[in-house]
């Protein structure tokens, strides 16, 4: 009996190459399996099924992982207002790690001795695979054809064609990288680093130039609700995506540090995550204390940080993930957010938990709950240590 | 002979009623003084010049801080990208503090007893004032009529007509605030959780359909020409702020803690310093490394809060300049910005520290400068620690 | 009928004098209670409530927090390692805010309409005071007779001998605090910044000379038995207090941050916390990871930042301990400790949960779990970016 | 001609291993040097050099880089106060960074064509070596005979004894390695989690059994002066370390996170760097304001954390040593430590830059900067934000 191999398949040249070089040359039993983070519709996902049978392989599955990835992850990033280098909802690399968690728990269940990537040597998806892979299942071995034959996109044609699979491998312009939480677009201006991507480069075109008001209601920091309407927070999302997206709303280019080093820089078009953050930020800025405000930010950061580089299993990122639900206890409520072409703004919020109440004193008016004598007495205190800093350092 | 007293004086209600009544009932020779922080023009100093010599104060003078302000204060907001709660330059926050150091400084020059302000008990300038004043003079004494006695603008407008002084104290309908560094905009809509202030309130209408591409040059983290003429960092803003504002670039809410604990919510316009922000964040990003980026965020976040709270003073924020300036070394070149109706772009740098130089490897491209087995090891370090955790606490 | 005013009551002179001041000049029910955080033998609260009822209160309680203390407080500053300034376990500040918590809610059961304290107007205890009572009772009034009427020492016991009451109000050379969790010892010593405090300012004098070997088992990141011996968190901390302190374990002074600006110094003894900290730190080196131990560190510190300054009911707070709950799951294990005359050693651990297991390589032998080449692709990696950025920015 | 290698050489097994294999396999000239960070004698230094010409090297130099080494780096962990995990000052970690870079600098002006070092593949230093020549040197290749050959102690013996070298290459029982700044101890105990090394394993046996007092003089935060006596910072820790090892001061136990991930543990013996850190962090608590303290503290650390890991040459770094430096301005003065067997104490401190000044209140006494309604007053603002908070939250 063959070995069986699990090789995570996209339909693209590198995984198709690998499909048959596994088979072929390796002689294992291929699995292909392709995970949905919610960037694929029903009849991408039937295509690419048919393209693995196509290609031989014994066994193929779509792994639905979409409301995990929000349940483990993207829910995390809400509550944290992830973005890297304030710009960057983490639309890739946070769903490079549920791909390679559902990869390694089905190579576990049919009883894969190996588990096989088509990522080249280039890039942080070699990272994250190899690393989600190596600890938690350290007795499966990483098969990475690309990478280790440091193939051409030619020989890797050629090589299907004398296997009898042709089909149209042209190069896409841009490369897209679609999932429920943004779409990141790829091309020969983010390789340089003065040129911005052209109107086009984008997925989304603008459709159109009115505006609308629209209502998110968030519980306990999650969106539940679209214009009043329960939806659940994966609903919210990718009906936020669908409308916000008429609008060509929420690009913008990233640069950022890649875990092997160097500079890179990607465009992306994130609607719904951009203006989900917005607004739940906005939300935490009128029920958040300054204090919970600052170390969310701080371990928000490190969140995205640590998930970007491919570190989802480090422990610290459970303790992170604590920390960040329990401080969303009275983050519920409503915001107003109002879409227009190419920007949204956030109106405002309503929420029982308002710590920015008329009755507690309006800021700048005077009220009953302090006087200015309290503020003197404050002032004076307050400014202890640096008065007598100021008296010892400088009178000598 | 009378005391002096130097009266912070800006020609409103609250520092014309404390004009008078410093010299009528608390017999003080007053010295009016006007810190000009980049918010007013020559006819408007010398509208308030005039205005202080018709409620008879002994002597007037306008003292222009802002080149001061910009070298001891903005440069270090722009090194630090300093927006609070990632929305918020602090447009009206840092200029307080320097228009306190430019009194307390006059006050010793012409050897007052006494420094006034008209700030009330309700807000943050109140603690901004003291604080400085109490710091750097302890033996000067504050006197705050406002505050103090909790007079209403009707008792003030009375108080002013008994002694022959008739003017229009009409409340405008939105307060404004306006300095180099942004304007600030108060109004019935702010005092609320869930209204945005309406397109009228804002002093910069909408003025031009178009779009245009605009030039930053930074040399060592400032801003020193636009469109390749070199200018000055002041004059680059102002002219910034100029162009910028003819787009109504640069307008939002804030939504902050007080010093004094409460929750605020304000309007602003801030189109310079929102692009050169986003502009000097995008050169950064391009030419420090991952950790030099981490430690700027903290540090210069701090900074930002501790201004914001009237902390100037706090030795500690003489260390953080001293960090920000260090890392700016390198953050020199050229940044495209595209204005357009409500909005902005970074287009890209040019800058010959770049870091992401297709020299060294471009993202997701084949390269020279290091192989896949390379990654594969580093995997397996970076690895190490999560896989041992793993095998140590999973097999019990 | 009489308002009633709950009295914190120490049995001191400040509190003598409140308890008859209350009754007679302000003409309230006193209800005097003292609070037990585990400083206080049957004895002294028998005497403490004797001295009560002889000054005439209606009624007096002791409250025992000393379990709920620990609870709620000192097994968080366990988890978190807190030592202020690397130094201090909060001995004194953390109990202050579980006496005022007791106070509070027993100020509620009885209907008080005022809470009265007898704190001077120069110190920590009574911001910690205030702010409790201010914020979980905003209804009821303080009294502070020993701030307000700023008397001094004679003053007040003139006052208690008009009202026939006579006793030994001599002060004692050091003044003492005791706790479970310390004792914290100021003296003339104290009050400079030059002189160490002598041998017999402290409570406990050296009674051992020999050495002995203990260990402590901790269960979750808890204290739960001592040489084997489970006798729950608060019996480990007293019968590890009584061992090591025959030893003279645990003397210091602390240098820190009063919450009024100024500097204070002060002695301590705290031998069960001081060993229990360092003995849970050791474990935590074992059993956490990096990062882990990196982001425990830093919330720990805060923690003790914000309780030595009374910020007990800052919600963070509530978020910071769930955090630093969640890293302790695997923090189990004994810890050897051998105490000897005035210092003690961290001998080892045992965990089922270490890392330092040499299943997977022991540092600096060769193993089978990595090679030699893994980390030469690591350190290439690793290097990537500073090799960039030396290239880009030397060769100008 | 022959190429040149530069060797980084000890005189112990492996680089004299390495001497002849450079030499006689792979037919290079080389060049050995041995760089001094305070841990050799003449002596040692020259039966280094003879034992290098006796294997037939070309040439052989020792570096002397102590000054060099504190100037730009110990000066920088006493400002810090870098303790890794509060307990292990970087003795070892820290001089290899310079060690490497001596030897790259060698290696540049001879026109090396190779470095070789005789690590092996388990352990930190072959990253820490490793990065600085990738880095600085990325024109040279590097040589590691030891980590690539995998070669056991008795294979390395043969080979010698094979090319004529005999000498007795027993391994010591505990092996040893000892800088300026501390000595590292690991023997079979720290392979272990559960056992302390022996008394005897440390190379500095208690003499003395007395107790004595010394004052060290700190300027901007460096030692300068030993019991009043200028010295310069290298000789006043120098003579340090002789004084307070017969006290058998300054050991213990360090268990850290090594660079490739598994756990470490290591004994040290760093009198000195322990004294010095301890009395300088008691002098900082005197002279610096709580928010520099806090951001030292963060910085320290962090810094303490990268050069530990051989990233001495990541540009944050710099910045880093540029705020640790700016903090020091007001950091001196004098102070008491005594010195007794095994363990010291922080007397007190001296300095014209005290905060802790009685002329500006003393703790816990009445004083005249400030009332009783300040503090009220004080109390009242600080508490209001959680006030709102309790109110808006529980009244629902």
Redesign the interface.
């Known amino acids: 009996m063959k070995d069986k191999v699990v090789l995570a398949f996209s339909g693209g040249l590198d995984t198709s190459y690998c499909a048959i070089y596994l088979n072929k040359e390796l002689n294992l039993e291929v699995y292909s399996a392709i995970v949905n983070t919610g960037g694929f519709s029903e009849e991408e996902l039937q295509a690419i099924e048919n393209k693995a049978y196509s290609l031989g392989v014994s066994k193929h599955v779509s792994l639905d992982q979409t409301q995990y990835y929000y349940d483990k992850c993207i829910r995390y990033m809400i509550f944290g207002n992830v973005l890297r ?2 710009t960057y909802p983490l639309s890739v690399s946070a769903e490079r790690m549920f791909q390679a968690l559902a990869i390694v728990q089905y190579a576990k269940e049919v009883g894969a001795k190996y588990i096989a990537h088509g990522s ?4 942080n998806d ?2 994250r695979f ?2 989600v892979f ?3 299942a ?1 007795e499966i071995q990483i098969i ?1 054809p690309i ?2 034959k ?1 193939l051409s996109r030619e020989e890797e044609i050629a090589y299907l064609q004398s296997h009898g699979v042709v089909a149209n491998w042209e190069k896409a312009k841009y490369s897209i990288n679609q999932g429920i939480w943004g779409t990141s677009v ?1 091309g020969k201006e983010t ?6 991507l052209p109107e086009e480069a984008y997925p989304s075109q603008l459709k159109r130039t009115d505006s609308q008001e629209i209502e998110i209601t968030f519980e306990k920091g999650e969106p539940v609700a679209l214009n009043g309407k329960l939806l659940g927070s994966v609903a919210v999302i990718q009906e936020l995506a669908k409308t916000a997206s008429e609008y060509a709303i929420g690009r ?2 990233h ?4 875990i ?7 465009g992306f078009e994130a609607p719904a995550s951009l203006i989900t953050i917005k607004a739940h ?2 939300l935490e ?2 029920t ?8 969310k ?3 928000g ?2 969140y995205g ?2 998930l970007h580089e491919g ?1 989802y ?4 990122m ?3 993930e ?2 960040l639900e ?2 969303q206890k ?1 983050v519920s409520g409503k915001v ?1 957010v ?1 879409l ?1 072409p ?2 949204f ?23 009953n ?25 400088n009178s ?1």
């Open positions: 280098n304030n080249t040597g280039a890039g070699q990272v190899d690393l190596q600890i938690l350290p990475t990478r280790d440091k790829g390789l340089t680093s003065h040129l911005p913008d280019i640069i950022g540090d890649t092997i080093g160097i500079k890179g820089r990607v930020h906005a800025k009128h958040l204390t300054k204090w919970q405000m600052y170390w930010e701080q371990l950061n490190w940080m640590l570190q299993l480090e422990p610290v459970r303790n992170v604590t920390f329990d401080t009275n107003k109002k227009m190419y920007r703004e956030i109106q405002g919020i309503e929420s029982p938990h308002d710590l920015m109440s008329a009755k507690f004193g309006s800021y700048g008016e005077m009220n709950a302090w006087t200015g004598e309290d503020v003197k007495g404050f002032t004076k205190i307050i400014g202890n240590q640096m008065k007598i800093y100021y008296q010892v350092n000598q």
